[in-house]
């Protein structure tokens, strides 16, 4: 398959929908955290108290984050399948494949600004971005 390239207007198009898609993150990110901690003081439990109550706490809270990652990871894969770049979900960092001059660069966008105002060199990443 080759490499998808978008235009700026094709990037900005998407951006509501990419927005729709991922939002909350923050929220979802957190949530695992606090999942992840629980797992983890469960299992400390599990050495000192009795087994089937923190057992069933620990199955539950297990099952609960594998659903919240996998939620996650399929919403990244839908943006993904575009051929936009998911760089970082907090705060969401993406890119767009674009061509200038002949060369390929990103537009690149981030959580928080209005719109596409950015691009950077594919060897640049987000430090090296440059207005638009």
Request: glycine share 6%.
């Amino acid at each position: 398959m080759s490499k998808r390239y978008f235009t700026l207007e094709e990037a900005k198009q998407l951006l509501p929908w990419i927005n729709q898609i991922l939002e909350n993150f923050d929220v979802k990110i957190k949530e695992t955290k606090l999942l992840s901690e629980e797992i983890n003081d469960l299992q400390n439990k599990l050495l000192t108290n009795g087994r089937n109550v923190v057992e069933d706490k620990l199955d539950k809270a297990s099952r609960k984050l594998k659903e919240e990652s996998s939620l996650m990871e399929d919403k990244v894969g839908e943006v993904e399948k575009l051929g936009v770049l998911v760089k970082q979900i907090s705060p969401l960092l993406i890119d767009f494949p674009h061509v200038i001059e002949g060369r390929e660069i990103y537009l690149c966008w981030q959580e928080g600004e209005e719109d596409i105002l950015y691009w950077h060199e594919i060897s640049e990443g987000f430090d090296g971005r440059q207005q638009l």
